[in-house]
Structure formats: C-alpha cells, structure tokens
C-alpha cells in the first residue's frame, strides 16, 4: 500500500513539473514563436516569459527576425549572344511577419533560391556578356525590386541581392585577356609616341634657341670686333698723318712687301740678272736724294697738297729709275744671247712705261683695261 501511494505522489510530481515546464516558455531577443492551441493559430510570442496552456497550446515554429545572408551555388545563364556564364549570387533577406512566413509557404528560404534563379535567368538572358559584366549595379537592383515583390506576401523583405561572381567560359577569358593585353599595349604605343613626340619638340626648341643664342653672339662678336678694327684703323690713320713719315720709313715698308707680292699664286718667275743689283743700287740712290729733297722731320700737322706733290715726285723719280733698269735689262738679255737667236737687223721694241705703270698703280690697270676694251 505504501508503495503504491509513493508511486502514486511520484507520478503526480513528474505530472506537475512538466506541466510548469511546458507553461513557462522562454523566448530570446530577436526571435518570435508561433503558438497553435488544438493545432490552430493562437498567437505569437514575443521575446521574453510567456505563459501557455500545458498539454492544449504548441509552439509550431520559431522564427528568427534578425537579417539573413544567403549564399546560393553557381547557376549556369545563357547571354544574349548565346554564351553561357556561371553566376554566383548573394541574398540578404529577413522575415517581418512570422505568421505569414509560416502559413504562406511552406519553406520560404527553397523558394527565395528558385525565384533569384529564374528571375537571374530573365535578367542575364537580355543582356550580352560585356554588358552583363559592366551593368552589375542594375542587374542588382533589378533583381531586389522583383525578389521583395514577389516575396512581401510571404512575409519576407529582400533588402539586397549582390552578384558575387559572373564567370565565363575558359575560352573566352582567354578571348578577354588577349583583348585586354591588346588594349594595354595599344595605349603604351601610344604614351611611348606622345613621350617621343613631347622629346623632339622639345629637342627642336632647345636646338633653335641654341641657333639663335650662338647667331647672336656671333653678330655681337663681329659687330665688336668691326668696331675695334675700325678704331684701329682710325688710330693708325690718325698716327700716320700726325707723324707724317718721311720717304725713307715709305721706302723701308715697300721693301718690305715686296716678299708679300713674290708670294702670291698669281706671280710669274722673276728672272735676276746680275746687273739688276746695279739697278737697285741706283733706285736706293734716287730714294735716298728724295729723301733729301723732303726731309725725315716729322711735321706736327699734315698738308694734303704737299703730300700729293711729293707723291707725284717720287713716282715719277721711279718711273725714271724704273726706265734706266729696264734698259739695262734688255742689254744684258741681249748680250747673253746667242748670235742666232736674233736677227741683225732686229731689234727688240721699246715701250716707255708711265709712272703709274712702273710703280704698278691702279690707275695705270684701269686705263690699261679700257684700251683693250
């Protein structure tokens, strides 16, 4: 009897505990149980205690209300230019009616995946490959505004759906890849010839800044240099009439150049007989009486008349001279030649030389040419 009495109390304890245990019920923060009474919708539990009647109220589902990212696996899509491409896609959904995510569909999450599937499909099928890979942003937004559409009255708010990755066929990421590196070498040829381009320029300037810089110094250089050769020759000039040099220092200079005008390529051979020493002596002579008659003192001013008749004295004192030593010349070249090389009777003509002629003036030239002209 006691034995039975203590089963009885047992029982009736394990009785009442799971009675408090299933009409206390625990919900956490940011989850919303559905409770059926008799297999009926009777409320929803809101996070916290709440209290059910044991044995007559179940919970049927228990809904998580915070967002919920799901990744769902490549699907193959056809372009518009009958490729085929392999898109990963994102979801970001949560659920913001328990009741109607329960009773609505039976398993909401199975149908978000075939709707982004055949919606994707839909979307990626207008497109062509290079439009579906540069048109990202649209193809997502697309995708949300129908998703949330079609699933509001789950209960259900898509917030984003993100293309993870649009992979096409290996043939035609070799395509691309050979397009791309065409692409990049194109716009390095065309750098590499604006930078050569940017260089001649820029050479061609410096060299014609160059040119005109060194033309400049060069005008500068001669323009100085005609300037001090020209105060030069003033300077001699004016020493030279200042000082007023006698004959002697005139004679001293033509004798001088005389080696200056042997020298030149123009020159034919000069023949010098012995007696042309004679000759020379003679003309010393003469230069030396001229100097005499003149005088070595320097004056201390210049008189232009009496220099052009001392001038026209001493060419004709050379003329003369010059005469006597041509003369003696000829003699000479007629002595030392053999008997037949001359006629008897010949005799060879004399021409009387000017003064301007025997002192080789450029007035004698000048009339020398007209006449033969």
Do not use: C
């Amino acid at each position: 009897m006691e034995v039975i009495i203590a089963v009885l109390v047992i029982v009736i304890a394990v009785l009442a505990v799971t009675t408090l245990v299933r009409s206390v019920r625990i919900v956490p923060q940011q989850r919303m149980d559905v409770v059926e009474r008799l297999g009926k919708y009777k409320r929803t539990l809101s996070p916290g205690l709440n209290l059910l009647v044991p044995f007559v109220d179940a919970v049927r589902t228990k809904v998580d209300m915070r967002e919920q990212v799901v990744s769902f696996p490549p699907q193959p899509v056809i372009t518009s230019d009958n490729l085929v491409v392999s898109i990963d896609t994102v979801l970001y959904f949560k659920v913001v009616d328990p009741v109607r995510a329960t009773y609505e569909i039976s398993n909401f999450l199975q149908a978000i995946e075939q709707l982004t599937v055949t919606t994707l499909r839909n979307v990626i099928g207008s497109l062509d490959l290079e439009r579906a890979l540069t048109s990202r942003d649209q193809i997502n937004k697309h995708l949300s505004s129908v998703l949330d559409e079609t699933t509001g009255r789950w209960g259900i708010k898509v917030t984003r759906v993100e293309i993870k990755a649009i992979e096409p066929p290996p043939s035609i990421r070799d395509s691309m890849e050979k397009q791309m590196r065409a692409e990049r070498e194109r716009r390095a040829t065309i750098l590499n010839a604006e930078g050569h381009k940017q260089a001649a320029i820029l050479t061609a300037e410096g060299e014609k800044q160059s040119q005109v810089l060194r033309a400049d110094g060069d005008r500068q250089a001669r323009i100085l240099q005609a300037e001090g050769q020209a105060k030069a020759i003033r300077t001699v000039f004016d020493a030279i009439h200042t000082a007023n040099p006698s004959q002697k220092v005139l004679a001293y200079q033509y004798l001088q150049a005389l080696p200056q005008i042997a020298n030149g390529s123009a020159n034919k051979v000069w023949i010098v007989p012995t007696e042309l020493t004679k000759a020379l002596e003679g003309l010393g002579g003469a230069l030396g009486g001229l100097a005499g008659m003149v005088g070595d003192v320097p004056k201390a001013s210049v008189d232009s008349g009496a220099v052009e008749r001392e001038a026209e004295a001493a060419a004709e004192a050379a003329a003369a001279e010059a005469q006597r030593v041509n003369a003696e010349v000829r003699a000479a070249e007629a002595a030392s030649a053999p008997p037949s090389a001359l006629p008897s009777s010949a005799e060879p003509p004399t021409t009387e030389l000017p003064p301007a002629a025997a002192l080789g003036g450029a007035d004698y030239s000048a009339n020398n040419q007209a006449e033969k002209a």
